[in-house]
């Protein structure tokens, strides 16, 4: 089974403002071809899909997609998302609960916001290939929006564990036994540097000890390496994917990858990493640039003990996992 994992996809602002131009499968670019051989694939929607609701006072930035561009979700094959971000209350809660049911009618899942706190921290499951897979979706931005009563995200401090961070383990214990491949996907940290912070490899760790198959981590605007723990990767910054942003020329926002998961029944065995840059608001195969990025992809990651090779006749990166 292929599973593709995609960092933050940004539909807001100028992406918006394009897609009511272009067809629904313009911010794809030519990476759909990659998409679309995997099985399933999984994006941290980095904004509301909503028609209303007022910008939350006090925050600089604000990303709402019109209601109509699930369709982009949808024509790109996206299964699951991630919800648990610091954009998905950007409009408040009115226009936070458009949200599920759009993504509902075109069969997307999501995991790691909902209507209360319960919602929030259900996880999302998906029969696919003969699997099923689980999907846990949390963040330690915006704690003014942790769900309880009311709308919000599945919030879980990382820098200072709590009881909210036991709460997770178990959770994670709890559903890694009614599914076959469990991904916990981390929206975590601050927006620069491809360090790795020593709390989210405590985390991560811990996560995969409580049964997590993959750590999937995304919300720094750059991607940070990969480290294989227990046989298990962990994918510490996904990066941007689709956005509007503003590059800043050295750390390349603007780089990232399709990071495409090879399992074996329910045990990964092979991580593939398709170079990605992002140009006029459409995610692209990097090109001429793919061996560059890679190669800054396999030192961060070298760092963290990993090996890994360039493929050149796939133009991939490929770090080998192993087995049990």
């Known amino acids: 089974m292929l599973i593709a994992l995609l960092g ?69 094959g996206i299964d699951l998302v991630s919800l648990a971000n610091n954009h998905v209350l950007d409009y408040g809660p009115n226009a936070f609960r458009e949200m599920p049911p759009l993504l509902d009618a075109a069969g997307i899942l999501h995991a790691g916001a909902g209507m209360d706190e319960e919602a929030a921290r259900q996880p999302a499951v998906l029969r696919a290939a003969g699997t099923t897979i689980g999907l846990i979706a949390f963040t330690d931005n915006e704690p003014g929006w942790e769900a309880d009563q009311k709308p919000g995200v599945y919030y879980v401090p990382v820098a200072a564990p709590d ?33 790795v912070p020593r709390e989210h490899r405590t985390l991560a760790h811990a996560l995969v000890e409580a049964g997590a198959d993959v750590v999937y981590g995304h919300s720094p605007h750059v991607f940070r ?9 962990i994918l510490y910054s996904a990066g941007d994917f689709v956005d509007d942003y503003a590059v800043d020329p050295v750390e390349r926002n603007d780089q990232s990858f399709i990071f495409q998961l ?54 991939c990166l490929e770090i080998p996992v192993g087995g049990e």
């Not at 909210?164 to 601050?190: F, K, M, N």
């Not at 991580?271 to 992809?297: C, E, K």
């Open 8 to 76: 933050d996809v940004m539909l807001g602002r100028l992406v918006n403002d394009r897609l009511d131009d272009v067809r629904a499968e313009y911010p794809w670019g030519d990476t759909l071809p990659v998409l679309r051989h995997a099985d399933v694939r999984i994006a941290n929607l980095e904004c509301v899909l909503a028609a209303g609701g007022e910008p939350e006072p006090g925050k600089v930035f604000h990303f709402r997609s019109e209601p109509k561009n699930v369709e982009s979700l949808r024509c790109a």
């Open 163 to 195: 009881r909210r961070t036991e709460e997770l383990l178990d959770r994670v214990r709890r559903t890694r036994s009614r599914t076959g491949l469990l991904i916990v996907s981390a929206h975590w940290g601050a927006n620069w540097g491809s360090a």
């Open 225 to 233: 390496g990969v480290e294989l723990y227990r046989n298990r990767p």
């Open 262 to 315: 090879d399992t074996e029944g329910t045990t990964p065995r092979a991580l593939r990493l398709h170079p990605t840059l992002i140009r006029d608001f459409q995610a692209r195969l990097a090109g001429a640039a793919s061996a560059d990025i890679a190669h800054r992809m396999q030192g961060l990651s070298a760092h963290l003990g990993t090996r890994s090779s360039w493929r050149e006749d796939e133009g």
